[in-house]
Nanobody, 127 residues
Framework: QVQLVESGGGLVQAGGSMRLSCAAS????????MGWFRQAPGKEREFVSH????????NYSDSVKGRFTISRDNAKNTVYLQMNSLKPEDTAVYYC????????????????????WGQGTQVTVSS
């Protein structure tokens, strides 16, 4: 089992920045690809970003590309999401997720590729 705990959410004005953290425990963190997803009220959970085990492969959704940066520190068992130039449409609950041990077999964008999820952290961007 992998336990994930997100932190860093809150309220920010449009154009501002925020950094989310996700601390992992339970298994060897470097064995898992990590992802960030978000879910706005009344909408499905959507892919935000992915980072491979070593950090060498990174993916972003088109809606956040150029504004968000994912990173990981395997020594600290933590993955980060730096969010800049925030927009009101970025308002959502943000979840971090760890892939299945055999990797994101359904593709990095699919929730089915991730076996472990955090409880989520609310990000609210005011206009």
């Amino acid at each position: 089992q992998v336990q994930l705990v997100e932190s860093g959410g809150g309220l920010v004005q449009a154009g501002g920045s925020m950094r989310l953290s996700c601390a992992a425990s339970g298994r060897t963190f470097s064995n898992y690809d990590m992802g960030w997803f978000r879910q706005a009220p009344g909408k499905e959970r959507e892919f935000v970003s992915h980072i491979s085990r070593s950090g060498g492969v990174i993916n972003y959704s088109d809606s956040v590309k150029g504004r968000f940066t994912i990173s990981r520190d395997n020594a600290k068992n933590t993955v980060y999401l730096q969010m800049n130039s925030l927009k009101p449409e970025d308002t959502a609950v943000y979840y971090c997720a760890a892939s299945r041990v055999d990797g994101p077999r359904f593709g990095v964008y699919s929730t089915f590729s991730y076996a472990y999820w955090g409880q989520g952290t609310q990000v609210t961007v005011s206009s």
